[in-house]
T-cell receptor
């Protein structure tokens, strides 16, 4: 079945450590996104990528980095510069805008990061 | 700038009651797209509906219905005869056409008691 796989589901990190969250999709979608979810604040956009080898900062990109070397993969690194990284991270993808069904984001199951 | 407001933080109802989740949006775009997603306790967001700004017809899908009113910039979601399985967090979202990413409201947590 097609979908988005995020790993790990739970991750614990010590302060000062970088961690990388994996996001893989087999939907052949062009665009991929990373959102952060905190209690009571909804989802906020961290980074997004419309095509391979290109990505853009979202609303809260500071302290995060991404890469898009392959169409199906969009890993997120939470760096030590992120002051409050404890959150639930959701990866999403969508098909090309000119295709029917465009702009509907499909989400992964999320990764919960806790900083100890 | 775009904005989506879900003023109801949490709603609790008893099974079989009807419940309406409110969504108010702000955008300068003349053409825009609105969405509702459901987030069950498992965490994954599930797509429920997409609505184009030029289509103001209300939509019904089983127990779910949506009322889109451009005059009040609202896109409300009603669940008829609620069930325990409807318990989840519901998000309203607006497409940022420039970035082709979604701007989300803060969500409404619905608890349906048996």
């Amino acid at each position: 079945d097609g979908g988005i796989t995020q790993s790990p589901k739970y991750l614990f990190r010590k302060e000062g450590q970088n961690v990388t969250l994996s996001c893989e999709q087999n939907l052949n979608h062009d665009a991929m996104y990373w959102y952060r979810q905190d209690p009571g604040q909804g989802l906020r956009l961290i980074y997004y990528s419309q095509i391979v080898n290109d990505f853009q900062k979202g609303d809260i990109a500071e302290g995060y980095s991404v890469s898009r070397e392959k169409k199906e993969s969009f890993p997120l690194t939470v760096t030590s510069a992120q002051k409050n990284p404890t959150a639930f991270y959701l990866c999403a993808s969508s098909i090309a805008p000119q295709v029917s069904g465009a702009n509907v984001l499909t989400f992964g199951a999320g990764s919960r990061l806790t900083v100890l | 700038a775009q904005k989506v407001t879900q003023a109801q933080t949490e709603i609790s109802v008893v099974e079989k009651e009807d419940v309406t989740l409110d969504c108010v949006y702000e955008t300068r775009d003349t053409t825009y797209y609105l969405f509702w997603y459901k987030q069950p306790p498992s965490g994954e967001l599930v797509f429920l509906i997409r609505r184009n700004s030029f289509d103001e017809q209300n939509e019904i899908s089983g127990r779910y219905s949506w009322n889109f009113q451009k005059s009040t910039s609202s896109f409300n979601f009603t669940i008829t005869a609620s069930q325990v399985v409807d318990s989840a967090v519901y998000f309203c979202a607006l497409l940022d056409t420039g970035r082709r990413a979604l701007t989300f409201g803060s969500g409404t947590r619905l608890q349906v008691q048996p």
